[in-house]
């Protein structure tokens, strides 16, 4: 996207150059409690609520590390291949700030709890073609949040400024990316799969409008081929990826600007402003904090044994990336419909438990992708809010499974579901054919498909039993899936038996 405020560089000027994105992100994580003390982890609440002495930092109150606050930093550090240091130090990063009554933060600094890790993400080569990229994550460490500014909202808020501590101490793990991206897309890749991961993990609800996920982007560019990197500029203050990726945008082109323009890029801290669409300066690198990093006297290094380590990864779930590959293996679906499948982990769970209840698991697939998406989209509705539930989905799959359901009725069924708002169970009670229990008319039905399948017939009498089912689902078309399924498979036996026997 090229900015309207940009002066317009030309590609064969932006062809000359190579961005380089880093990203460091900040997820809170879902404990019950705070970091370091037992007030309560939750978003909103009236302001200053949720204090005590030691979030508050008052004198004299002693942080306690919150057990579940480390299992999640491990659980998230596993899942993103990070290599989990047994022994790891918080320390103090200090800084004065009002939403910050201690004057510092407890942080990890040059022994963080998880380094060395990746992720995997769709991109493209040079020649366009569709790779997955290896990204790097050079660690996650575990830290507290802060409070809130509260700059507006107030009548009389003119010249001044709120704070709202509830936000204090609220346990974050900081991911910290290599510069191993390369473009804004590939940001945008990183940050969903990431996302993604912490979600399946359950580490984190990573709501960005509550402030759960937050991202500072820092990006430079540099001469293609160039063989060090460029000055970088960090962005804050972004809050959707959409964004990040259209300030990642800017700020490459605004980058390359000032090169051409004979200037340098200075290292700074830069604000996406969102109705504005650009960033602007907010405090260069010469005026940056110095946090005197110093260990925190008050907790002990933390250690996570190797068999803490272990009963924490019981509860590492099957990831999206490998669920997805498995399920196009298991179901023989594209790797489009698996993505479709796995948008939630719950979805994905209850969507599995549903097949494998089914008749025909892929049957109950290719329902979902071919029946239920192509409805949801033209209704502007969301898989959660489809109005055929999964249990719809596996009741009306097994159906046309035995023959009783020919697939027009069954899309007749599923509109008719869609424009009532109702669920299949409902709707089929209602539409469904009428039955014909007439024993004399469904045994004519099955001496018709018999004298048709003679072959089928002599497999049914050498022994191969298992040919009833063909008879059985020949028979329910010819009756348009009105014969009385029980009464039918019944019948079929008694008949073919009656064949074997008479020879
Ligand atoms: P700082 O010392 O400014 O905090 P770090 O080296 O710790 O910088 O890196 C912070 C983030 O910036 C990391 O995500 C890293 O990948 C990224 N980064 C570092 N150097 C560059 C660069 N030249 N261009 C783009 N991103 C960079
Ligand atoms: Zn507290
Ligand atoms: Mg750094």
Same mark, same amino acid.
């Given at each position: 996207?090229?900015?309207?405020t ?9 062809a ?5 994105i ?19 982890n939750?978003?909103?609440?009236e ?27 491990v ?18 990063k200090?800084?004065f700030?009002?939403?910050s009554?201690?004057?510092?933060q ?8 998880a380094?060395?890790?990746w992720?995997d ?16 994550i050079?660690r ?13 909202g ?5 010249? =001044? !400024? /709120?704070?709202d ?12 990316s #290599? *510069? +191993? @991206?390369?473009?804004?897309d590939?940001?945008?890749?990183y ?12 580490v ?9 996920l937050r ?17 970088k ?8 990826f ?11 082109e ?12 200075v290292?700074?801290?830069r ?6 669409g =650009? !960033? /602007?300066s907010?405090?260069?690198?010469e005026?940056a904090?110095d946090?005197?990093?110093?260990? #925190? *006297? +008050? @907790?002990p290094p933390?250690v ?8 924490i ?6 990831l ?5 590959a498995r399920?196009?293996?298991?179901y023989?679906?594209?790797p ?7 948008a ?10 549903a097949?494998?209840a ?5 049957r ?34 097994d ?13 007749q ?34 001496d ?20 009833a ?26 008949k073919?038996?009656?064949?074997g026997?008479?020879?």
């Amino acid at each position: 996207m090229i900015m309207s405020t940009m002066t317009a560089l030309t590609p064969e000027v932006l062809a000359k150059y190579q961005p380089v994105i880093g990203l460091e992100v900040h997820v809170q994580l879902l404990t019950e409690s705070k970091a370091f003390c037992g007030c309560v982890n939750r978003y909103g609440g009236e302001p200053n609520t949720h204090v005590c002495p030691t979030c508050l930092g008052l004198p004299g109150a002693l942080p306690v590390l919150n057990r579940r606050a480390v299992e999640l930093g491990v659980l998230a550090s596993k899942a993103i291949h990070c290599e989990i240091r047994e022994t790891s130090i918080f320390s103090r990063k200090n800084y004065f700030y009002p939403d910050s009554p201690k004057g510092y933060q407890i942080s990890q600094f040059d022994r963080p709890i998880a380094e060395n890790g990746w992720i995997d993400v769709p991109a493209f080569d040079a020649t366009g073609a569709a790779i997955t990229k290896r990204i790097g994550i050079t660690r996650l460490h575990l830290e507290e949040d802060a409070g809130k500014s509260i700059h507006d909202g107030f009548a009389d808020s003119v010249s =001044r !400024t /709120y704070i709202d501590l509830n936000r204090c101490g609220t346990p974050l793990a900081e991911i910290v990316s #290599e *510069p +191993d @991206l390369r473009t804004p897309d590939e940001a945008f890749e990183y940050l969903t799969r990431l996302k993604e991961i912490l979600l399946y993990c359950g580490v984190s609800d990573c709501n960005m409008e509550e402030g759960s996920l937050r991202c500072d982007a820092n990006v430079s560019v540099m001469l293609k081929g160039a063989k060090q990197y460029g000055t970088k500029a960090e962005v804050k203050n972004v809050n959707s990826f959409r964004y990040i990726r259209a300030a990642l945008e800017y700020e490459i082109e605004r980058q390359i600007e000032v090169l051409e323009g004979g200037g340098r890029v200075v290292q700074e801290s830069r604000l996406w402003n969102n109705a504005e669409g =650009r !960033t /602007y300066s907010m405090r260069s690198k010469e005026q940056a904090h110095d946090y005197r990093y110093f260990p #925190e *006297p +008050d @907790l002990p290094p933390l250690v996570v044994g190797e068999a803490w380590q272990r009963e924490i990864l019981k509860a590492l779930p099957e990831l999206p990336e490998a669920r997805r590959a498995r399920m196009i293996a298991e179901y023989e679906i594209t790797p489009q419909d698996a993505m479709t499948l796995t948008a939630t982990r719950a979805f994905a769970d209850s969507f599995e438990e549903a097949a494998n209840a089914a008749k025909s698991p892929k049957r109950v697939v290719s329902l979902i992708t071919s029946e239920l998406t192509g409805r949801l989209k033209a209704a502007g509705l969301e898989l959660e809010q489809s109005p055929v539930t999964l249990k719809g989905i596996v009741q009306a799959a097994d159906l046309a499974e035995s023959g009783e359901l020919s697939s027009k009725m069954l899309k007749q069924l599923l509109d008719t579901c869609f424009t009532e708002g109702k669920d299949f169970a409902e709707v089929y009670e209602r539409e469904k054919p009428q039955q014909i229990s007439d024993a004399g008319a469904i045994e004519a039905m099955i001496d018709e498909v018999i004298a048709a399948n003679p072959k089928q017939v002599a497999q049914y009498v050498g022994g191969k039993k298992t040919v009833a089912a063909f008879f059985v689902g020949n028979v329910m078309r010819l009756s348009k899936g009105q014969a009385n399924p029980a009464l039918l498979n019944e019948l079929v036996t008694r008949k073919l038996d009656a064949l074997g026997s008479a020879e």
